[in-house]
């Protein structure tokens, strides 16, 4: 009589389906670099904080993106600096300083960085290890979090954590762990998906009576 009773209850009301897998760092590194393929071009502010021995640095302003390879960033607080990249060569200019540091890029210079997938010359699933990240790294409880540790030696780049909106997987954060042990995190808002951005925009004129310092390529 038990048996049967239990029985009616479960064609009454049937039981909870099983929950799904959880999704592998794999598979969301997957759906990540697919998503970010269709973007060619983006805008956002960001806020910038530095540790390191004990120190903390925190900066903001504006970020453009432009594939393939270009970038701007412009920083408004606590300074105004400028750090441009047009596919070629990078720029960083501090006017109260009255110097441009120059250096010629190669692909592979771009490649390996932390911003190297945003801008289309890296692969998240190609370049990378992928893992899920714990629960006690630094990120907000409605993010969903990707760690990403370079096959090849990337400069200054032990690995990344990417901040991800938990559904749409949007780059939020992007935290650059170095070998030092110093940690540089970005963290993203107001962000603009394929804006319209002119050319114009990445390129640098180098102004007058200005301090230029040329750095040698890394080899």
């Not at 504006?62 to 920083?75: F, S, T």
């Not at 190297?116 to 979090?145: A, H, M, Y």
């Not at 909106?165 to 042990?181: A, H, R």
Request: glycine share 4%.
């Amino acid at each position: 009589m038990k048996i049967a009773i239990v029985t009616l209850l479960c064609l009454t009301f049937p039981l909870s389906p099983a929950a799904a897998p959880a999704e592998t760092a794999v598979e969301t590194g997957t759906r990540l670099q697919s998503k970010y393929r269709s973007v060619k071009s983006m805008k956002v502010d960001f806020h910038q904080v530095y540790e390191a021995n004990g120190i903390q640095q925190e900066e903001s302003g504006v970020l453009w993106i432009l594939k393939p390879g270009r970038m701007r960033w412009e920083y408004s607080v606590p300074e105004k600096k400028l750090f441009l990249v047009d596919g070629k060569n990078s720029y960083f200019y501090v006017p109260a300083d009255r110097q441009v540091s120059t250096r010629k890029l190669t692909r592979e210079d771009i490649r390996y960085t932390a911003f190297g997938f945003l801008l289309d010359q890296s692969s998240i699933d190609g370049d990378f290890l992928l893992e899920t990240v714990p629960p006690e790294d630094p990120l907000p409880k409605n993010r969903k979090g990707l760690k990403l540790i370079p096959k090849s030696p990337m400069e200054n780049v032990e690995y990344l954590i990417l901040g991800l909106q938990s559904e749409t997987l949007e780059v939020q954060q992007i935290i650059v762990q170095e070998p030092t042990g110093a940690r540089n995190s970005f963290s993203f808002s107001h962000i603009e998906e394929n804006p319209p951005l002119k050319e114009e925009l990445f390129q640098f004129k180098i102004p007058k009576d200005v301090e230029v310092l040329s750095l040698e390529e890394k080899e």
